[in-house]
């Protein structure tokens, strides 16, 4: 008796910390899309006003936040000084690759950093302030959709764990 009630506790945990898990990810997201528009508009201080290198730029448009975006931007950023023949695309793609489990964001948000990425260091500073600012309301759209989807989605997932720990815990009962 007392092993099904410790199985069903179990069973019910795993389920609630599952969905608190999915809806944590959701909540995530919007944050970390308002991070990346923080660190781009940065990246654009350091690149047009202190004439910063690209790598060096990429390093210092993080340091304010905390985070698995801050870890991108410094990751990107030290790529391309380690090794001068990377590019930036290729050094935002191998930081998205190693970031890929803490980082939130979706497929339209990475493919914005790489596009990002292609444009910065081929262009001169007038046209890599554009890209920026596209980028950066591309995010902005992106953002919003977050937050919409984040209100949707957040209670669901947690009362959809919970309630499935419960269904499995009554099927094993």
Sequence with gaps: MWLKL?????????????????????????KQVRQLIGCITSLGSYINYVSLPLSEALIRSAGMIEGPVRDLFQQAGSFIDTSGWRSPQEAFAEALNMLENELAIHKPEREIMLLLGANLGAVDRKEQQKHLDLAKVELEKIHQEAIIARDQNVKMYRYLGVCGGLAIAILLV
């Design 6 to 30: 410790i199985g069903c506790c179990l069973v019910i945990i795993a389920g609630t910390l599952t969905g608190f898990s999915l809806a944590a990810r959701y909540n995530e997201r919007p």
